[in-house]
């Protein structure tokens, strides 16, 4: 089974920073997408950033100027670097990785998560 492996989840006060990471395990072909989603006690689930394949990014608009996306395909990482950050920002973080593995007869394409790390902003 498809799983991404999260790290660096924890409890930081607010203005602090905090880096999490995402790794897809194995060794895969080509990345299409890798984005991390966070999800709130009784709230919706929402995208705060995406990275694409080609480098593009996107951010939810109350993250833009504090967090930054980033990626290493050939370690298939993507990290998420979060400064001044702010106790609405505390949830659950989980990864999603659209991805490709080289199989021996072509490709497989997968999308995937991971189980969430979780951010806590607190005095």
């Known amino acids: 089974q498809e799983r991404l492996v999260e790290s660096g989840g924890g409890l930081v006060q607010p203005g602090e920073s905090l880096t999490i990471s995402c790794t897809v395990n194995?060794?895969?072909?080509?990345?299409?997408?890798m984005a991390w989603y966070r999800q709130a006690p009784d709230k919706e689930r929402e995208l705060v950033a995406s990275?694409?394949?080609?480098?593009?990014?996107n951010y939810a608009d109350s993250v833009k100027g504090r967090f930054a996306i980033s990626k290493n395909n050939a370690e298939a990482t993507v990290v998420l670097q979060m400064h001044s950050l702010k106790p609405e920002d505390t949830a659950v973080y989980l990864c999603?990785?659209?991805?490709?593995?080289?199989?021996?007869?072509?490709?497989?394409?997968?999308?995937?998560w991971g189980q969430g790390t979780q951010v806590t902003v607190s005095h």
């Open positions: 999603y990785g659209d991805y490709r593995r080289a199989n021996g007869d072509g490709y497989w394409r997968y999308q995937s």
């Open positions: 194995g060794t895969i072909d080509r990345i299409y997408t």
């Open positions: 990275i694409t394949g080609d480098d593009s990014t």
